[in-house]
């Protein structure tokens, strides 16, 4: 029952997932409207059937990795509310316990909990590791600690869920470097979201903050290399002024939030 409790805890069903824009660099949006394709349930269900009359592995490991705020994450969500699939949602906290062999029973306690949760489903759900090189990192040899040696087992067992899985786990990480090449093999979609490109962060900038002209949008674009997830700390900052203020943000206003925006992340200007 308390497994049932927390997978319900943490499930974040499509219908409630608001809808939301997202841009993309040259290459990674084929990337992701393919991995839609897949997900849309009239092909994912054929292609599951193909593969196991083939003798093949049924399951799907994807993982999006990719600079802090480029849309990982909510790339995940909208390919959840697109394709209306539900998504269980793994608190990489939760599964390292202070108490050594807790941690391993934890994260069998995930996998058990998704397949319960895909036997209730019509549409397979969405297993979702955020920020997943927490325990996805490189296995260490000749261990001592009981630390250590707490990680590695909790590596072997995700090693195994990994490939008996036979529905979706989609895992994110900004450190993609850090995994270690077991994990990396049993991933079948790697799709690297990268920092968005001048013409990218102008129509985020256009979809975000409406109002200002296309010469204005070109600049924002062009001066400033931020990541979507900055640009959105920008805008919102921009909207607490409006509501404080009355004012909406002057382009002047603008620029100053991207340069306080740039210096937390010691992020160079580029042109200008």
């Known amino acids: 029952q308390e497994k049932t ?3 319900n805890k943490d499930l974040i069903h499509a219908d409630s ?10 290459g990674e949006e084929d990337q992701v409207r393919q991995l839609e394709g897949l997900l849309e ?10 593969l196991d009359e083939m003798g093949m592995r049924k399951g799907f490991n994807i993982i999006l990795y990719g600079c802090p705020g480029s849309g990982k994450t909510e790339t995940t969500l909208q390919l959840a509310r697109k394709t209306g699939r539900d998504v269980l949602f793994v608190d990489m906290s939760q599964l390292k316990s202070k108490w050594v062999g807790e941690s ?3 994260v069998k306690a995930v996998f058990d909990s998704y397949r319960d949760l895909c036997k209730k489903r019509e549409k397979m759900p ?26 590695n087992s909790i590596q072997n067992i995700l090693l195994q869920e990994m490939e008996s899985i036979e529905g979706i786990m989609i895992c994110t990480t900004n450190l993609h470097s850090n995994l270690d090449p077991a994990f990396e093999r049993r991933f079948l979609y790697k799709i690297n979201l990268d920092r968005p490109c001048a013409d990218v962060r ?22 400033y290399a931020l990541s979507g997830g900055q640009i959105e700390n920008v805008v919102r900052k921009g909207t607490v002024d409006y509501v404080l203020t009355g004012n909406r943000p002057s382009f002047e206003q603008l620029s100053r939030f991207c340069d306080e925006e740039e210096f937390k992340s010691n992020i160079k200007k580029v042109g200008f």
């Open 17 to 26: 997932i608001k809808e939301k824009a997202l841009f993309y660099n040259p």
């Open 104 to 106: 391993e029973k934890n």
């Open 41 to 50: 349930d009239t092909y994912f269900k054929g292609v599951q059937e193909r």
């Open 202 to 223: 102008c129509k985020i900038w256009k979809s975000m903050m409406p109002g200002h002209t296309d010469q204005e949008y070109d600049l924002l674009g062009s001066r």
């Open 126 to 151: 969405i297993l979702f590791f955020n920020e997943a090189d927490a325990i996805f990192g490189k296995r260490m040899e000749h261990v001592q600690s009981s630390a250590a040696q707490m990680l």
């Open 5 to 7: 409790e927390q997978a």
